[in-house]
């Protein structure tokens, strides 16, 4: 399967307007793959920038509705894209496991991913059918893996990219390494490499570690105000996330 790269926008940037004209433009520019929010009360996980575009939206905006009907005009606009979500457990709560479930099939929302992984709201996820992204332990727990290979639903795994020099877990050291651990674990659902890829560079070695994806979060954010940049750097993401990698054995590409 083709080597994912999944941008992240909050669907609030500074308003929920600019937002979906955004999206409009990443689409404009190639991008086929998405990692959506909805502002929550408490978004302790967020950067500083992405908490005020939180706050900004509940003072905007009242209830869920807006959000829900903005993802909604985000499918309608763009058919062929893959839409994946990140909720925090109080916005999960509020809109409901049912009309989640509902807003889901209705959308082919591809995923969603429970801000801080809160495993009980993960397990209601489960429950209902909805597909998830989990996160593997960067100690690469051989327990949680097992889980993980034997789970049968559809799920997405992600291992944290800007942390992973931290630990040398079974004595890997490099991202590809730890990637291959866990397929050697068995583990055959779809890897996500997240956090802190923000370089053409950083993108090439994440997708020579054979995960099938990568999901980029605010560095382009941060550029929207600056046409030239945010392109120029799109660009060196988009070549080296679809760049051949030589086969080491035969010297071709693959």
């Given at each position: 399967m083709q080597f994912s790269t999944i941008y992240y926008l909050t669907i609030c940037a500074p308003t929920i307007e600019k937002s979906l004209?955004?999206?409009?433009?990443?689409?404009?520019?190639g991008a086929r793959d998405f990692q959506l929010d909805i502002?929550?009360?408490n978004p302790v996980f967020e950067t500083e920038l992405v908490k005020a575009y939180?706050?900004?939206?509940?003072?905007?905006?009242?209830?869920?509705?807006?959000?829900?009907n903005a993802l909604r005009t985000v499918r309608k606009r763009h058919e062929d894209i893959n839409l994946h979500l990140v909720l925090y457990p109080d916005v999960i709560h509020a809109i409901g496991i049912g009309?989640?479930?509902?807003?889901?099939?209705?959308?082919?929302?591809?995923s969603i991913m429970v801000a801080g992984g809160d495993s009980g709201v993960l397990a209601d996820l489960r429950m209902a059918g909805?597909?998830?992204?989990?996160?593997?332990?960067?100690?690469?727990?051989?327990?949680?893996?097992?889980?993980?290979?034997?789970?049968?639903?559809?799920?997405y795994l992600n291992?944290?990219?800007?942390?992973?020099?931290?630990?040398?877990p079974h004595?890997?050291?490099?991202?590809?390494?730890?990637?291959?651990?866990?397929?050697?674990?068995?583990?055959?659902?779809r890897i996500l490499a997240v956090e802190g890829i923000s370089s053409g560079q950083m993108m090439r070695e994440v997708r020579e570690s054979g995960v099938d994806g990568a999901l980029l979060g605010n560095a382009l954010m941060r550029l929207w105000n600056d046409e030239k940049a945010l392109w120029d750097m799109f660009e060196t993401f988009q070549e080296a996330a679809q760049c051949r990698i030589e086969n080491v054995k035969g010297g071709t590409p693959e």
């Open positions: 004209k955004m999206i409009d433009e990443y689409v404009d520019h502002p929550s009360e939180m706050r900004g939206a509940l003072e905007q905006y009242v209830g869920y509705d807006p959000y829900l009309n989640l479930r509902e807003f889901v099939d209705e959308n082919r929302i591809a909805i597909p998830t992204i989990e996160r593997i332990d960067r100690t690469l727990n051989d327990e949680q893996l097992r889980q993980f290979s034997a789970y049968s639903g559809k799920c291992l944290n990219y800007k942390r992973h020099s931290e630990l040398q004595g890997c050291v490099s991202f590809k390494e730890k990637v291959d651990y866990i397929r050697n674990a068995g583990v055959r659902a």
